[in-house]
């Protein structure tokens, strides 16, 4: 689901800047809490991979 309303909202993304809307301007304090989620997915992505151990239900787990 989520997968999903990521390619949404870069469909639309691509939209709005071919259709000449303006972009934000946060500046530092928006590019830092851009960062600090970006950060904080992936070191939950790797908790979560280390969690599941070797786990062969994931995608390509299965093959050797």
Do not use: E
Request: proline share 2%; aromatic share 4%; glycine share 18%.
């Amino acid at each position: 689901m989520l997968f999903v309303a990521a390619l949404l909202g870069g469909a639309a993304a691509l939209v709005a800047a071919l259709a000449g809307l303006p972009t934000l301007d946060g500046g530092t304090v928006l590019h830092g809490a851009g960062l600090t989620v970006t950060l904080a997915g992936m070191a939950l992505t790797t908790l979560a991979q280390m969690a599941m151990g070797a786990s062969f239900w994931r995608i390509g787990g299965g093959r050797r």
